[in-house]
């Protein structure tokens, strides 16, 4: 038994004492107060000691122009661990794809991203990861907007604070505002940085008409608009000297080439980054757009991201775990789109694994993380 042992541990010569039941050593604690000097610590002196950047001096780093260049920009996929929690070991492999195959820049936690089903904290962590890693060799735009315009303050900061780019704002939505209440928000916003703002009504149940847009184009840090009401309208913005991008990926061939749109900031990039680019940057290819409709037309079946990741988790690039409410594709759609693959050459998809039907209980749903 313990009691019974004699246990000793030397300290210092040939003074010894029990572990139980220790008591200090008079003789040693004397002379270890005689020998030991006690200095109060003192400031390393570093001659050129930097301040970090303040979030003014970051978000100065890019020029509006440098976003208004942009032509292939994808709206990146979230990936998850099976608790639920971001898999950024698969995210960075997709941010590597996506730079290899031409994207210019990413919108990081948009509705594509599910910026929605995130927290804040999560969601600036991931753009300033994100800057962290990859923001020299792509244009980071971090989803910092809210229909609450204080929220959509606080957002912007932290992420220009951490490095983002630009920003991607939306319209106020649900609690919908008057179009003298959305030119106050975007022009709140848009004092901040480089900023892209994003119509897309079927989601806001708002549309952000021209008149708006032409109000607010006078500040010099909107980069452009990324519009979802057809062709029509982005023609008319690109008549009025204002930058678009499609956010409709079935028309973003036409807008580019027809209609005088920058590019496009796109969901199917995540897939097929390569053709994507090429329909951005070498001209009118209609052969290839035909090619590519049957996997946009297949990807907003349903809303989006259901069909990406569905077909991510079935590219084997991801896992198949989806935070709720969004659930994978039916069978029937997964079998659909291993036929999409296979007609359009599985050499065009990211990954390198073989695509996969996956069973309904390979996919894994998460309701708490």
Not at 263 to 290: A, D, K, Q, R, Y
Not at 342 to 347: L, Q, T
Request: a negative charge; aromatic letters at 8%.
């Amino acid at each position: 038994m313990l009691s019974s042992m004699s246990m000793h541990c030397s300290f210092s010569g040939n003074d010894t004492f029990p572990i139980f039941g220790f008591k200090p050593l008079r003789s040693v604690a004397t002379k270890f107060q005689r020998t030991s000097v006690l200095k109060p610590p003192k400031a390393a002196l570093v001659s050129d000691f930097h301040i970090p950047m303040r979030s003014i001096e970051v978000k100065n780093r890019t020029s509006v122009d440098d976003i208004k260049g942009l032509r292939l920009i994808t709206a990146l996929k979230t990936p998850y661990l099976p608790d639920g929690r971001f898999d950024l070991e698969a995210y960075d492999a997709l941010m590597h794809l996506q730079i290899m195959n031409g994207a210019e820049g990413v919108i990081v936690g948009g509705t594509t991203g599910e910026g929605h089903l995130m927290s804040w904290d999560e969601h600036i962590m991931l753009i300033g990861h994100t800057v962290n890693c990859f923001g020299s060799s792509i244009k980071v735009i971090g989803n910092t907007g809210s229909n609450s315009t204080r929220e959509a303050i606080h957002a912007t900061e932290q992420g220009f604070a951490v490095g983002m780019h630009a920003a991607l704002h939306i319209n106020p939505y649900y609690g919908k505002t008057s179009l003298q209440g959305m030119i106050s928000h975007f022009e709140t916003v848009l004092s901040m940085g480089p900023t892209i703002i994003y119509n897309v009504p079927s989601r806001t149940g708002q549309d952000i008409p021209t008149s708006v847009v032409y109000q607010i184009s006078e500040n010099p840090n909107l980069a452009g608009v990324k519009e979802c009401m057809g062709n029509d309208r982005i023609k008319e913005y690109v008549d009025g000297g204002i930058v678009i991008w499609s956010g409709n990926d079935d028309e973003c061939h036409d807008a580019r080439w027809g209609y005088g749109a920058t590019g496009v900031i796109s969901v199917t990039s995540n897939l097929v980054p390569g053709l994507m680019h090429e329909l951005m940057f070498h001209g009118m290819n209609p052969s290839l757009n035909s090619k590519v409709m049957p996997l946009v037309k297949w990807l907003f079946c349903e809303p989006n991201p259901i069909g990406l990741n569905t077909a991510l988790a079935q590219l084997g690039v991801v896992r198949p775990v989806f935070r709720l409410p969004y659930v994978p594709l039916p069978v029937a759609k997964r079998v659909e789109f291993v036929g999409i693959v296979k007609a359009i050459g599985r050499e065009h998809f990211v990954g390198d694994k073989d695509v996969e039907v996956l069973d309904d209980d390979d996919f894994v749903l998460v309701g708490r993380y």
